[in-house]
């Protein structure tokens, strides 16, 4: 089964009212560079929100949304970084919306593991944020279907191993058969040559004892020396 991996992206800004004068400069600034945003001018705002940031370094709201700018602009590292500025924050209030643009963040860069804890803190410091909960789900979803893939390919790469061994024992069993068959070969070569010579040794002796019994017989048809022949009167 086919997913479609869809990632909700929350990009909410931190507005800044204040009547402090210095606090008003600040929110004057935010408000330019949210201008720029919108017009589409991504690198003028994160440019605005960079000063902002750096003139205020402990507001995490003006981290959050340099954080927004540069993920619109392309520089996930800087997000992030930003991100998490914003996070360390305790009096910033949007921390829900904070941990779920990390999440996206890392869910762009690949970096699931860290994407699904991202959504996931994101769940626990608003359970009613919905959106996070579906970026959670669907994170999920993919890591699941990641690895029931991974483990197939295992599974593929693992049987595809265990047949090129046995293709290659096959040929080495075959040669231990052939020596083993030769060796049978030789063996009952040697067998018929030893009943054959057995044969050969048995007739020589049976020949020799014709031989020898003719011999006598021989003998004992001639007479014996020194008894005269004829008859007797």
């Not at 201008?35 to 605005?48: I, L, P, T």
Request: glycine fraction near 4%.
């Amino acid at each position: 089964m086919r997913y479609s991996f869809i990632l909700i992206i929350f990009l909410a800004f931190s507005g800044l009212i204040s009547a402090d004068v210095l606090t008003y400069e600040k929110a004057l600034t935010n408000l330019k560079a949210i201008k720029s945003y919108e017009q589409g001018d991504f690198e003028k705002a994160e440019q605005s929100f960079r000063d902002n940031s750096i003139d205020y370094p402990e507001d995490g709201r003006l981290h959050y949304n340099l954080g927004n700018a540069s993920y619109k602009k392309g520089d996930l590292d800087n997000a992030a970084s930003q991100y998490e500025m914003a996070l360390r924050n305790s009096k910033f209030k949007q921390q829900s919306n904070a941990w779920q643009n990390l999440g996206n963040v890392f869910f762009q860069q690949q970096d699931y593991n860290k994407a699904l804890a991202s959504f996931r803190n994101s769940v626990i410091t608003d359970p009613h944020n919905e959106d996070a909960r579906y970026n959670f789900e669907l994170t999920r979803r993919l890591m699941q279907s990641q690895q029931n893939q991974q483990q197939k390919q295992n599974k593929d790469s693992d049987d595809k191993k265990d047949e090129e061994k046995e293709d290659k024992q096959q040929p080495q069993q075959g040669k231990q058969d052939d020596k083993q068959q030769k060796q049978e070969q030789q063996k009952q070569q040697q067998e018929l040559k030893r009943e054959k010579q057995k044969k050969e040794d048995a007739e020589k002796i049976l020949q020799a004892l014709l031989q020898k019994e003719k011999q006598e017989r021989k003998k004992q048809k001639q007479p014996p020396q020194g008894v005269p022949r004829g008859k007797f009167w």
